[in-house]
T-cell receptor, first 110, second 114 residues
Framework: DAKTTQPPSMDCAEGRAANLPCNHSTISGNEYVYWYRQIHSQGPQYIIHGLKNNETNEMASLIITEDRKSSTLILPHATLRDTAVYYCIARGGSQGNLIFGKGTKLSVKP | DVKVTQSSRYLVKRTGEKVFLECVQDMDHENMFWYRQDPGLGLRLIYFSYDVKMKEKGDIPEGYSVSREKKERFSLILESASTNQTSMYLC?????????????FGPGTRLLVL
């Protein structure tokens, strides 16, 4: 799986959009971009994934650049409950395990 | 909604005890996984299973065994617990024969071995 790079931390005001960037410059054509988050002392929660096209679900939007070398996870209206560590993973699925990097610690402030 | 449950959120055991961690998923997923998560080390795969009675070693299987007698249930066994097995244990499941499918995690079991 390709390596990903994320900022270690970010702050966001409650009610505003949180935009979390991820670089995956060595991603290969068959690797998906996955986002998970982990709230303190809980199991990771799946958020969204995509290959080429932008994706949206009830939790978030995923914007992938045309060259696929980077992506942005958007939480449109962040709440205090969105405070968590967010992990971006480029995954080819050739093996079973997920490899989480250090992620971005998002703090949503009132 | 996919639901993955784990038998305990917190567990305290003594060195040398046999420990059973259970995981149940309700989505008829073929694949199930056991990870441990430690600060600074990220997620590490212990074992996974792609079918009933089938198991494969992950990156750190030493000191652990697993059992999958039913499709929905995957157990992790610490034959003789040691202090270096103090960790957060996470179970996950995914659909299909292709490991590219999304993995869904349980809430985790925080194990302390004294």
């Amino acid at each position: 799986d390709a390596k990903t790079t994320q900022p270690p931390s970010m702050d966001c005001a409650e009610g505003r959009a949180a935009n979390l960037p991820c670089n995956h410059s060595t991603i290969s054509g068959n690797e998906y971009v996955y986002w998970y988050r982990q709230i303190h002392s809980q199991g990771p929660q799946y958020i969204i994934h995509g290959l080429k096209n932008n994706e949206t679900n009830e939790m978030a939007s995923l914007i992938i650049t045309e060259d696929r070398k980077s992506s942005t996870l958007i939480l449109p209206h962040a709440t205090l409950r969105d405070t968590a560590v967010y992990y971006c993973i480029a995954r080819g699925g050739s093996q079973g395990n997920l490899i989480f990097g250090k992620g971005t610690k998002l703090s949503v402030k009132p | 909604d996919v639901k993955v449950t784990q038998s305990s959120r917190y567990l305290v055991k003594r060195t040398g005890e046999k420990v059973f961690l259970e995981c149940v998923q309700d989505m008829d997923h073929e694949n199930m996984f056991w990870y441990r998560q430690d600060p600074g080390l990220g997620l590490r795969l212990i074992y996974f299973s792609y079918d009933v009675k089938m198991k494969e070693k992950g990156d750190i299987p030493e000191g652990y065994s697993v059992s999958r007698e039913k499709k929905e249930r995957f157990s992790l066994i610490l034959e003789s617990a040691s202090t270096n097995q103090t960790s957060m244990y996470l179970c996950a499941s995914s659909y299909g024969r292709n490991f590219q499918e999304t993995q869904y995690f349980g809430p985790g079991t925080r194990l302390l071995v004294l």
